[in-house]
């Protein structure tokens, strides 16, 4: 399947297309681990600022 058939595809049967629905999804995760807490990426990384 070529990526523009894939992509009305899914916009046809998700109502986004394929990097909407993928970027909504990100802001989604990044969103509940800030409510959670988790401001850091890494939190177990060395700090390289002290």
């Known amino acids: 399947m070529s990526r523009s058939a894939f992509s009305k595809r899914f916009k046809s049967l998700v109502g986004l297309a394929p990097l ?3 970027l909504r999804w990100r ?3 990044a ?3 800030l409510r959670r807490g988790a ?3 890494f939190p177990n ?3 390289k600022l002290s």
């Open 20 to 22: 909407d629905y993928l």
């Open 39 to 41: 401001t850091e990426k």
């Open 45 to 47: 990384a060395p700090n």
């Open 27 to 29: 802001m989604r995760l």
């Open 31 to 33: 969103r509940d681990q």
